[in-house]
């Protein structure tokens, strides 16, 4: 089982950047597709940002432009850079990872608090 670790959230003003890790144990994270997730106060959890092992991202219309997700394949880590930050942005933010050839994340992490004040 991969162990998916966040960290880099906080409390920021709108208009400020933050920036998020996720960090992966095992060996297959290389081959996997990451993603980011949201989960907004009343909210249902969304997508945000994914990119695939070969590096294809993908991003919600509500952050593209704003929002950068990359990958550390030496490091098995996963980022997601936040700029703009805007009130709505605030979630707690999940990362999954989804090993190749499978039709859902296998693995999610515990979250990290996200919150913009305006």
């Known amino acids: 089982q991969v162990q998916l670790v966040e960290s880099g959230g906080g409390l920021v003003q709108a208009g400020g950047s933050l920036r998020l890790s996720c960090a992966a144990s095992?060996?297959?994270?290389?081959?996997?597709?990451m993603g980011w997730y949201r989960q907004g106060p009343g909210k249902q959890r969304e997508m945000v940002a994914t990119?695939?092992?070969?590096?294809?991202?993908n991003y919600a219309d509500s952050v593209k432009g704003r929002f950068i997700i990359s990958r550390d394949n030496v490091e098995n880590t996963v980022y997601l850079e936040m700029n703009s930050l805007k009130p709505e942005d605030t979630a707690v933010y999940y990362c999954?990872?989804?090993?190749?050839?499978?039709?859902?994340?296998?693995?999610w992490g515990q979250g990290t608090q996200v919150t913009v004040s305006s």
């Open positions: 990119i695939t092992s070969r590096g294809t991202t």
């Open positions: 999954n990872l989804k090993p190749i050839g499978a039709i859902a994340p296998s693995s």
């Open positions: 095992g060996s297959i994270f290389s081959i996997s597709a």
